[in-house]
């Protein structure tokens, strides 16, 4: 009995030892989440919304515009506002092949373009129509009312390459005809799209060019024709 009893004495004070000796205690940190706010201030001036915007070499957005050989005498529209048609080219076609019954000519133009400026600051958007006139002779004032248009690749872009919404700019589709007397759409920029400076491009893709078609039997003498393409911006519905 002694001899059990001094055993659980002894293994008592062992158990005490570890109880009542030098206890570590370790602290947890608990993590919450934080933020506060602060406010930027800054003071900004318009820019400039009445003088026309200057036509932007898109060969070259950064440098001097230089007009296209033989479209000289062509340095922009001078139009003002918030929404404006800064630049639009002239555009001359050569004649090609006659398939059947169809005459064709394309256009010689290697940075023909159309520059649209849209100062609003909105987002509203915007729409770009062409009506194409039918071709009348220099000579004998000849209309050759069976023609169309072809108007080719075309692409919209920024004068400034970090330009936001880059784009969404929608253009026609190249294969199909534009019917000449009919207003055609041929640029969209929807909602947040088509704000400041942009260039759509024409005939710069030769897979693609814009072609010219009529109905070979209308052409009765050899000269000059020429006709108008009246581009409008207006604003999205």
Not at 75 to 102: E, I
Not at 119 to 128: F, H, S, V
Not at 201 to 220: G, K
Request: charged share 15%; proline share 6%; aromatic share 6%.
């Amino acid at each position: 009995m002694t001899i059990k009893i001094l055993g659980m004495v002894a293994s008592l004070a062992c158990i005490l030892g570890i109880l009542t000796g030098p206890t570590q205690i370790t602290a947890f940190a608990t993590t919450t989440r934080d933020s506060q706010r602060t406010t930027a201030t800054t003071s900004l001036t318009p820019g400039d919304t009445t003088g026309p915007v200057k036509p932007v070499d898109p060969d070259n957005p950064g440098g001097g515009f230089q007009p296209e050989p033989g479209d000289e005498d062509n340095h922009g529209t001078g139009s003002t506002g918030v929404l404006t048609l800064d630049y639009v080219s002239n555009l001359t076609f050569k004649q090609g092949a006659t398939t059947g019954q169809t005459l064709s000519a394309t256009a010689t133009n290697t940075k023909a373009f159309i520059q649209v400026s849209d100062r609003r600051y909105n987002g509203a958007g915007w729409k770009l129509t062409l009506l194409a006139g039918y071709p009348k002779g220099q000579s004998n004032g000849e209309t050759l009312s069976q023609s169309s248009l072809a108007i080719g690749s075309t692409k919209f872009t920024p004068a400034i390459a970090n330009t936001v919404s880059n784009p969404p700019v929608t253009t026609l589709d190249g294969k199909q005809p534009v019917k000449m007397g009919e207003s055609t759409l041929v640029g969209e920029a929807g909602r947040d799209a088509g704000i400041g400076t942009w260039l759509l491009r024409l005939n710069d893709n030769s897979a693609s060019p814009m072609r010219l078609f009529f109905n070979s039997a209308q052409v009765t003498r050899k000269q000059s024709y020429a006709g108008e393409l009246t581009w409008q911006l207006t604003e999205a519905p």
